[in-house]
Nanobody
């Protein structure tokens, strides 16, 4: 059974850090591209970061550049998102997904499998 499971969310103060993980089971991430997305209440799911597991190439949304870092661990079949200097506007449910064959990395419709998400709340 193909499954993605996100973990690592929580409540953090502005300026704090969290590390999210996306663990895959039932398939290997070796030849896939993984995206992290977030969705705040009343807003559309937006692309945060992306990594191609084959060549390691990465992309980031402008809003998180310099603060977030995506990384892969092929041996553990996981992708992580290190989030530093968190801001209240980063508050959202964070999802990881596997990109399908078509579409831009930041387009959620281009992804075929999703986890259930993990809540990140940045508040004092």
């Amino acid at each position: 059974q193909v499954q993605l499971v996100e973990s690592g969310g929580g409540l953090v103060q502005p300026g704090g850090s969290l590390r999210l993980s996306c663990a895959a089971s039932g398939f290997s991430l070796d030849r896939r591209a993984i995206g992290w997305f977030r969705q705040a209440p009343g807003k559309e799911r937006e692309g945060v970061s992306y990594i191609n597991m084959l060549d390691g190439s990465t992309f980031y949304a402008d809003s998180v550049k310099g603060r977030f870092t995506i990384s892969r661990d092929a041996a553990k079949n996981t992708v992580s998102l290190q989030m530093n200097n968190l801001k209240p506007e980063d508050t959202a449910v964070y999802f990881c997904g596997t990109q399908g064959p078509y579409g831009a990395w930041s387009e959620w419709r281009a992804y075929d499998y999703w986890g259930r998400g993990t809540q990140v709340t940045v508040s004092s």
